[in-house]
């Protein structure tokens, strides 16, 4: 039987960073030299979180939902106060260089 080797895997949600062995299941792709890409609505992302994506050699692609552009449109479909925590995850992956690649 033939088995499969991709070369190329996505994640996406729901969100996966609620998976407290997601960073761990990139980490061994990325040390197996798969390229990752993840799909997140960045409210999980802190400083660690940012600094460990950065040290993925295969990340090629963190990618944001964001749904509006202020509080008031984004809480329509996010709920109230999940804008401002989208917001500082996206500034955590800049700011740690897990971004803008």
Known sequence: ???????FIEFSGGEPLTRNDMLQIMKNLSDNNHSIMLRTNATLVNKQ???KLKKLDNLIMVAVSLDGSNENV???LRGN?????????IKNLVDNGAAGN
């Open 1 to 7: 039987m033939d088995r499969v080797k991709p070369n």
């Open 49 to 51: 979180i940012a600094k």
């Open 74 to 76: 984004f809480s329509i």
């Open 81 to 89: 106060g999940v804008f401002e925590k989208t917001i500082s995850g």
